[in-house]
């Protein structure tokens, strides 16, 4: 026998179907990158997205992010999964039916290297916000806060972790 659900846990149902589609978005991010497909990856950018990658800079709007993606994938790592985004640990807090943030752990790693040669490009943290348009959730902000084998981190995360701690 089986006992309906209240409407407290229709709710709560209704909050997990969207932090799984938030951690969703950032899992087939990560895939089309590693597969350097940039069309599919343009799906996941909002028009006026804002990605600050430390080393490699902040770029704003969705044009200019695909641009450097595809200066970034070149040479050794052109080929599809000759560098893997791992992730891991994704938190994700509803802010509004359409607003949200989260972060996630990456784990860069190469796969191009000799089996000799240490494979581990970063560790670091996606520090991101999303928000639902047309019915799907797409990236507003995602900011990489790199901490291993160099430290590149922004001083808005910087005072964040010095709070937290």
């Known amino acids: 026998m089986h006992t ?4 407290a846990e229709i709710a709560q149902l209704r909050t997990l179907l969207e932090v799984e589609a938030i951690r969703q978005l950032h899992i087939d991010y990560s895939m089309a990158m590693d597969e350097r497909d940039f069309d599919k990856l343009a799906l996941f950018f909002a028009d006026d997205v804002l990605c600050e990658y430390g080393p490699y800079g902040s770029w704003s709007g969705k044009e200019t992010v695909l641009e450097n993606y595809r ?4 040479g050794d790592l052109a080929p599809p999964f000759t560098s893997q985004h791992i ?8 802010l509004s039916p359409t607003l949200a943030k989260g972060r996630c752990y990456l784990l860069d790693v190469a796969t191009h290297v000799a089996p000799d040669e240490n494979p581990l490009l970063w560790f670091a ?15 507003t902000r995602t900011s990489l806060q790199f901490f291993w084998p160099q430290r590149h981190v922004t001083t808005s995360f910087d005072a964040v972790e010095e709070h937290d701690i």
Not at 4 to 7: A, S, Y
Not at 71 to 74: G, I, S, V
Not at 87 to 94: A, C, G, M, Q
Not at 130 to 139: I, L, P
């Open 4 to 7: 309906p659900l209240d409407d």
């Open 71 to 74: 200066k970034t994938f070149t």
């Open 87 to 94: 992730n891991t640990n994704h938190t994700v807090e509803l």
């Open 125 to 139: 943290l996606y520090d991101e916000e999303y928000r639902k348009e047309r019915g799907r959730w797409v990236f």
